[in-house]
T-cell receptor
Framework: DVKVTQSSRYLVKRTGEKVFLECVQDMDHENMFWYRQDPGLGLRLIYF???????EKGDIPEGYSVSREKKERFSLILESASTNQTSMYLC?????????????FGQGTRLTVV | QKEVEQNSGPLSVPEGAIASLNCTYS??????FFWYRQYSGKSPELIMF????GDKEDGRFTAQLNKASQYVSLLIRDSQPSDSATYLC?????????????FGKGTKLSVIP
């Protein structure tokens, strides 16, 4: 059974803080993704990674960075949190197999920036 | 801009009826199509995927794909109150980004007991 685990379900941070969101998957998936989900805007891709130490910008990378030092772990970093980054953050992983591109999600982290 | 369009709903159906959820996509090169179910406050859960034109059935769920019309649908037979959720359609991007999925904004389904 695919397991994607995000480090926190709920986080409250102050404006200007550096925030780390951690994601770990146990299925040896090559691809990992970070999305944010907001009412009326749907799921938007922030960053993704196809391999260790590589990263690609998604649709809304501004204000975020990522780190992938190990295959199973993908971290999202908010360099200086702002109130407009209050959102639900979802990590996902998938195989690097064009015949199987389905993504599996973690439980989500609801981040509130005050 | 490659997009996935869904009616936002809410779609209300009585218990036991068939719920029909629809999705259109703009990327003609897309090859993989997915339906996710998302309960309020929870993360999306994969319920169906389809790669070929036609129908694919899994229990009470049937996914339908028509690549010529760029149309994907999900039928839920014998709808139950526990099916009440938001359903997200997802499509893979063609070309070099084919591992990426583009999501629709979701259709909210309400099954009335």
């Amino acid at each position: 059974d695919v397991k994607v685990t995000q480090s926190s379900r709920y986080l409250v941070k102050r404006t200007g803080e550096k925030v780390f969101l951690e994601c770990v998957q146990d299925m040896d998936h090559e691809n990992m993704f970070w999305y944010r989900q907001d009412p009326g805007l749907g799921l938007r891709l922030i960053y993704f990674s196809y391999d260790v130490k590589m990263k690609e910008k998604g649709d809304i990378p501004e204000g975020y960075s990522v780190s992938r030092e190990k295959k199973e772990r993908f971290s999202l970093i908010l360099e200086s949190a702002s109130t407009n980054q209050t959102s639900m953050y979802l990590c996902a992983s998938s195989l690097r197999d064009r015949a199987h591109t389905e993504a599996f999600f973690g439980q989500g982290t609801r981040l509130t920036v005050v | 801009q490659k997009e996935v369009e869904q009616n936002s709903g809410p779609l209300s159906v009585p218990e036991g009826a068939i719920a029909s959820l629809n999705c259109t996509y703009s990327d003609r090169g897309s090859q993989s199509f997915f339906w996710y179910r998302q309960y309020s406050g929870k993360s999306p859960e994969l319920i169906m995927f389809i790669y070929s034109n036609g129908d694919k059935e899994d229990g009470r769920f049937t996914a339908q794909l028509n690549k010529a019309s760029q149309y994907v649908s999900l039928l839920i037979r014998d709808s139950q109150p526990s099916d009440s959720a938001t359903y997200l359609c997802a499509v893979n991007k063609s070309g070099a980004g084919s591992y990426q999925l583009t999501f629709g904004k979701g259709t909210k389904l309400s099954v009335i007991p």
